[in-house]
């Protein structure tokens, strides 16, 4: 195993079999993949193509059938290995009784930290998942949302080297994905292994740096996102402070077929939906008290104080308009 | 009846601790080589070669070499067993050879099985175990399951209603009600709350957050366990505060007076005379032979004794003025007798050093003092001692000796001197009945009235303890103390009937004033009973949750503590001593419609019936090692009858519960450990 690998798997097989021993289904077959320091790892497959067996036996929570995994360079039903992993599992399994305190103190007392490290890292993590406001109330009464970002927190307690994550996104609105997505990138910086499972391919995109795709089991794809979605026959070219006028697209055509290529599309780019939602609801918290309106400017850009109007639609018009009330 | 104490069997003793062991070791070695036996089979040869790999040498060692002694000590017992089909050999031999080879087995098994788990207890720290056990604590009473508790409130309320009020009976009425009470709330809670807590955790996936952190598996086991025995102590002990005082409340005088106390007993052993049997008395045809029965001289029949010998006596006796000797006997009349009064029984108590032949002696001297009134001269003191420095000379002590004893007779004779010329002095009868007690080793009540099932009491002087504690010289092996009961000539044809914990010396002191207090710690000794109960369908359920699904786990756990509660009747099946035989035999009398006392008929079937059978029993047998011994737990009858648990018998069973929980805790950590905790999905 090189320096740097943390997860290394050989042949990773895993037969689920009934209580006669009969073979029920191959949930995993002979993976190798490896998984090294610093990287944020994607684990992509449609539903039941072995990314959450992998997982699971990656944390020793299934037995192989054949072949080994290893992390950190143990076997993964090793449970020292542990001691430098964070799970958060796909539906954030929380007892629900306890509020966010006590639940971060309880899985600070599995890893046997003393008391005074257990409350300072309990306040540092519940003000960093945003949960402070919160943090006395039972897990039973919080969102889906909630309970994903409480998962995180104690899937962080003990500073882990590798953090599990399965559907890290699942369950939040943009912002929470959002956050979470420059969370995964935070760990990164820190240097810190992540391993994620999702079913959000934009999410993947976002964060990973390789990713592994699964069907039926089987490891269909494994590598660099960059190079996996790299598209070698076209070239893309962006260009600011031009006008797009017949003049240009037709210099551009000659200038391409010059070098043997040919012009595809040429036009503005768009944004995501997800940068023009999140841009929409950051201006929002910046103008408090600002709505929708129909027949106004979509977003004013300047900091003037309007008085509210109400404004009716008129026949045909198709633009927005936003105002702000005093 | 009240306030006896009647045993199924002997009060454990720590005598009783080596036979007992062996005992344990041969059956949980024999399911050690079971489970050994069936991971070979089954598991080694499945288990894939980098899995071997990774067992430490000395692991695999040390296993092999448990497994070879195990395997070879029961070949020997296989073989001592059938020698019993070899008449050349001895039978004595061929018994002890099958029995220690068992034990060596056992042994060998049970290293084996035992291996890894003793390794891997020392992976376990006590920080998680805590915060397992926290959570299982804040889970249960965040689950409102106490609020089941508050059934008990209905007893309290309502219980005076319906708990017979004769005050002879309330004391044991209402702590048998306020026991059994607090038995099935808590056993029934206890057993639900712990059997599905692992199951519902791996079906909620919330163990997954947990097997995923640094914990061992077993972690969880004990967790559970002890966070689920920490939150039934406190509601024990509450309700045991809160029935503690309902009891005590408004009981009645006359029920106090029997039973709201904790008597100490110190048992003998009895054995019968002039019965034609020690061990027994006369037969009068009672259904429970639990009591045998003395009676009268007859012309053609001497009489009868019943006999306690006490082979010691704690010295703090001798200080006291007088030693409770308390009884309570069966009558069973063959005539009508006197109207209300009782049969009369003499009651002889007398030790070691006490002379036969000094009987007449002694009722001389006895009447002759007492008749005194209380005033002695000098002469009849002198008188007194010379008599006395006579029977001394007669045991040949030393001069030294002889004086001592004379001298400090003297002293305790002249104590109470009285003013005027000729001197006189003053000794009440207790006083003249401690001296003679002392003086002959003997005391007597002649005719004692007895009632039915009533507990009566003579105050014996202590002066025939502190006789019976001087130097053994010249006793021989006669029983320091001895009680002799004898029913008298007054009750010529009624039957008494007693067993050896019928009569007993009072240890503590009934005159002392703390009996209510010593009530109260009884009680609590008594709940400590409960408690262990507690532990153990606790444990249990918890440890059968690691495999089994929450409802069988509970049902499996229920079936457990019920079969332990008729172990008698499983034992007798097991020895073949329950009437009608087993199954086989029962169905062959059944398809025959023979009674089930009747001997069966010699006949094939019958041969092969009783054949099967032995084959049945020796599976029953088996089966009986996995019920727990209930009964040995329920100690309500000490406190509700007024006896003292002893504190022995308290630490024995926390001992038996914890020998019986250990078979199942390392079942548990295999069968968690190696089971998968998640599933396909």
Redesign the interface.
């Known amino acids: 195993m090189q320096k740097d690998v943390i997860v290394e798997t050989r042949k990773l097989t895993k037969i689920y079999r009934d209580f006669w021993g009969r073979q029920k289904k191959t949930a995993l077959r002979a993976l190798n993949i490896e998984i090294r320091q610093g990287e944020v790892f994607g684990l992509l497959g449609p539903n039941g193509s072995g990314k959450t067996t992998t997982v699971k036996l990656l944390l020793g929570l299934l037995y192989p059938t054949d072949g080994e995994a290893f992390v950190f360079g143990k076997p993964a039903a090793d449970v020292g290995k542990n001691e430098r992993i964070g799970y958060l599992p796909e539906e954030s399994y929380l007892y629900r009784f306890l509020d966010a305190e006590e639940t971060l103190d309880f899985y600070g007392r599995l890893f046997n930290l003393p008391a005074s490290q257990r409350r300072t890292k309990a306040q540092e993590l519940i003000e960093k998942v945003g949960l402070k406001a919160d943090r006395k109330r039972p897990l039973r009464e919080y969102s889906k949302g909630m309970r994903q970002r409480i998962g995180l927190a104690q899937a962080l307690i003990n500073d882990p080297d590798l953090i599990i994550l399965d559907e890290p996104t699942s369950g939040l609105d943009p912002l929470g994905a959002r956050w979470m997505k420059d969370l995964i990138c935070d760990l990164r910086a820190l240097g810190k292994t992540v391993i994620m499972c999702s079913h959000r391919l934009e999410d993947v995109q976002d964060v990973c740096d390789r990713i592994a795709i699964l069907n039926e089991g089987e490891l269909q794809a494994y590598g660099e996102v960059q190079t996996l979605l790299q598209d070698h026959r076209r070239i893309e070219l962006r260009a600011s402070d031009l006008q797009l006028s017949d003049d240009l697209r037709r210099d551009l055509e000659e200038l391409l077929r010059k070098h043997g290529g040919k012009l595809d599309t040429i036009g503005h780019p768009t944004t995501t939906l997800e940068d023009y939602f999140l841009r929409i609801v950051e201006e929002s918290k910046a103008h408090p008290g600002r709505r929708f309106l129909p027949g106004k400017e979509p977003l004013p850009r300047t900091e003037k104080v309007m008085r509210s109007e109400s404004i009716a639609p008129t026949e045909g018009e198709s633009t927005t308009r936003i105002t702000d009330r005093g | 009846m009240f306030a006896v104490l009647t045993f199924d069997r002997d009060p454990v003793q720590y005598q009783d601790v080596p036979a007992q062991l062996f005992s344990w070791i041969q059956s949980a070695g024999g399911w050690a080589a079971f489970g050994v036996l069936v991971w070979l089979l089954a598991g080694y040869t499945r288990m894939?070669a980098?899995d071997r790999a990774?067992i430490p040498v000395w692991q695999k060692r040390v296993f092999a070499a448990s497994v070879g002694v195990s395997l070879l000590a029961y070949l020997i017992a296989g073989g001592a067993w059938l020698t019993q089909y070899v008449p050349r050999i001895k039978a004595e031999t061929a018994i002890a050879t099958y029995f220690f080879s068992l034990i060596i087995g056992g042994v060998g098994a049970l290293a084996a099985a035992g291996l890894p788990f003793a390794v891997g207890l020392s992976?376990l720290?006590f920080?998680?175990i805590?915060?397992?056990a926290?959570?299982s604590f804040?889970?249960a009473v965040?689950?409102r399951v106490l609020y089941g508790f508050s059934a008990i409130l209905l007893v309290f309320l309502f219980g005076s209603w319906f708990i017979p009020y004769k005050p002879e009976y309330q004391v044991r009425s209402y702590v048998g009600v306020v026991y059994w009470m607090m038995k099935v709330l808590l056993l029934v809670t206890a057993i639900i709350v712990a059997a599905f807590s692992i199951p519902t955790d791996i079906r909620?996936?919330?163990i997954?957050?947990?097997?995923?952190?640094?914990?061992?598996r077993f972690e969880i086991v004990l967790g559970r366990f002890f966070g689920f025995t920490a939150l039934m102590t406190l509601v024990l002990l509450l309700m045991t505060s809160v029935s503690v005082i309902y009891v005590l409340r408004g009981v009645d005088p006359a029920a106090a007076e029997e039973s709201l106390k904790a008597r100490e007993p110190l048992y003998g052993t009895l054995h019968f005379e002039n019965t034609g049997n020690k061990e027994k008395g006369t037969n009068v045809g009672r259904e429970w032979d639990y009591r045998s029965y003395i009676t009268a001289a007859s012309p053609n029949q001497e009489p009868q004794y019943a006999v306690w010998d006490f082979a010691e006596a704690p010295s703090f006796l001798a200080d006291r003025d007088s030693v409770r000797c308390e009884f309570a006997f069966d009558i069973y009349r063959t005539t009508k007798g006197f109207e209300n009064r009782g049969v009369s029984c003499k009651f002889e108590f007398q030790t070691a050093h006490f002379n036969e032949r000094d009987k007449d002696s002694y009722n001389a001297d006895r009447s002759r003092w007492l008749s005194k009134g209380g005033l002695f001269s000098q002469k009849d003191l002198d008188d007194w001692l010379d008599g006395y420095r006579t029977r001394l000379t007669n045991l040949s002590l030393g001069p030294l000796e002889l004086n001592e004893r004379l001298d400090k007779k003297r002293l305790r004779l002249i104590a109470q001197p009285l003013p005027g010329d000729p001197p006189q002095y003053r000794l009440s009868d207790a006083a003249i009945e401690d001296e003679l007690a002392e003086e002959y080793g003997y005391y007597v009540v002649p005719a004692k009235d007895i009632t039915d099932y009533h507990t009566l009491y003579i105050d014996v002087p202590a002066g025939l303890f502190r006789n019976a504690l001087q130097a053994r010289a010249g006793a021989g092996a006669r029983p320091l103390l001895q009680v002799r009961v004898s029913v008298t000539q007054q009750s010529a044809t009624q039957y008494v009937g007693m067993a050896k914990y019928d009569l007993y010396w009072r240890l503590d002191d009934p005159k002392s004033g703390h009996e209510k207090a010593a009530f109260t710690l009884n009680f609590y000794k008594g709940a400590f009973g409960l408690w262990l109960r507690l532990c153990l369908v606790i444990g249990l359920a918890v440890a059968l949750s690691t495999y089994l699904s929450g409802v069988i786990s509970m049902l499996v756990a229920g079936m457990l503590y019920l079969g332990g509660g008729a172990l008698d009747y499983i034992q007798s099946i097991a020895q073949g001593t329950a009437p009608g035989g087993g199954p086989m035999e029962a169905l062959v009398r059944l398809a025959n419609r023979q009674v089930a006392l009747i001997p069966l008929e010699d006949s094939t079937a019958a041969t092969l019936a009783t054949s099967t059978d032995v084959v049945f029993r020796w599976f029953i047998r088996r089966v009986l090692d996995l019920i727990p011994d209930v009964d040995r737990y329920d100690l309500t009858s000490y406190v509700g009858e007024g006896f003292n648990i002893p504190w022995t018998q308290l630490v024995l069973d926390c001992g038996a519960l914890s020998l019986y929980l250990l078979p199942w805790f390392v079942a548990a950590y295999y069968l968690l450990k190696w089971r998968?905790?998640?599933g396909?999905t």
């Not at chain 2, 997954?208 to 061992?216: G, Q």
């Open positions: 894939r980098e990774r992976s720290r920080r998680r805590w915060a397992l926290k959570l804040k889970e965040r689950n909620r996936q919330t997954h957050t947990i097997v995923t952190k640094p914990v061992e998968e905790i998640a396909p």
